[in-house]
T-cell receptor
Framework: AQRVTQPEKLLSVFKGAPVELKCNYS??????LFWYVQYSRQRLQLLLR??SRESIKGFTADLNKGETSFHLKKPFAQEEDSAMYYC??????????FGSGTKLNVKP | KAGVTQTPRYLIKTRGQQVTLSCSPI?????VSWYQQTPGQGLQFLFE???????NKGNFPGRFSGRQFSNSRSEMNVSTLELGDSALYLC????????????????FGPGTRLTVL
């Protein structure tokens, strides 16, 4: 069965510190993975997707098929990164499985 | 382009009633997906409609149904409401064609907050 696990509900770091939000998945086929973000009082929005292999707002995520992980990383956290982050697995065009989310709190 | 809109934004119903929620996608988008968001279960996929046909379905009971119109607008209906149906219902639209295994960027609406008393 498909599953997306985000083990941390809350992650607190200081400004300038590195941050890693963990995401593990379970899927028998070739996964397509995304990170979505929700800033305070804003809508859920796409942050990045693994097939594009790009860096958005300093965030990167690498798909590790051996470890079935898609961790989100940023070398130097900023206060404006504070938000709720969701990892998502998608297959069959648009069938999305979201993880439970990690709240990132970047302290000044 | 105007974003995804959902109406109404808030609803209060009592157990046993039924409710219809509406979603207007971004112009040109043919796929509309619905999600239920609760503190305990997080974001759960309800179903997706593409070109007026249900293309994907999540693991929700038959009380939850939906449809899509020729202009891509979508409605979601919940019959015989239960207390546990209290949630934020999110709608998302996308181009829908996907690539490879699929997965288009989903553009989310603000949600409809349903409270069942």
């Amino acid at each position: 069965a498909q599953r997306v696990t985000q083990p941390e509900k809350l992650l607190s770091v200081f400004k300038g510190a590195p941050v890693e939000l963990k995401c593990n998945y379970s899927y028998s086929g070739s996964p397509e993975l995304f990170w979505y973000v929700q800033y305070s009082r804003q809508r859920l929005q796409l942050l990045l997707r693994h097939i594009s292999r790009e860096s958005i707002k300093g965030f990167t995520a690498d798909l590790n098929k051996g470890e079935t992980s898609f961790h989100l990383k940023k070398p130097f956290a900023q206060e404006e990164d504070s938000a709720m982050y969701y990892c998502a697995l998608v297959y069959n065009f648009n069938k999305f499985y979201f993880g439970s989310g990690t709240k990132l709190n970047v302290k000044p | 382009k105007a974003g995804v809109t959902q109406t109404p934004r808030y609803l209060i119903k009592t157990r046993g009633q039924q409710v219809t929620l509406s979603c207007s996608p971004i112009s040109g988008h043919r796929s509309v997906s619905w999600y239920q968001q609760t503190p305990g279960q997080g974001l759960q996929f309800l179903f997706e409609y593409f070109s007026e046909t249900q293309r994907n379905k999540g693991n929700f009971p038959g009380r939850f149904s939906g449809r899509q119109f020729s202009n891509s607008r979508s409605e979601m209906n919940v019959s015989t409401l239960e207390l546990g149906d209290s949630a934020l219902y999110l709608c998302a639209s996308s181009g829908g064609m996907g690539g490879g295994a699929g997965g288009n960027e989903q553009f989310f609406g603000p949600g409809t907050r349903l409270t069942v008393l």
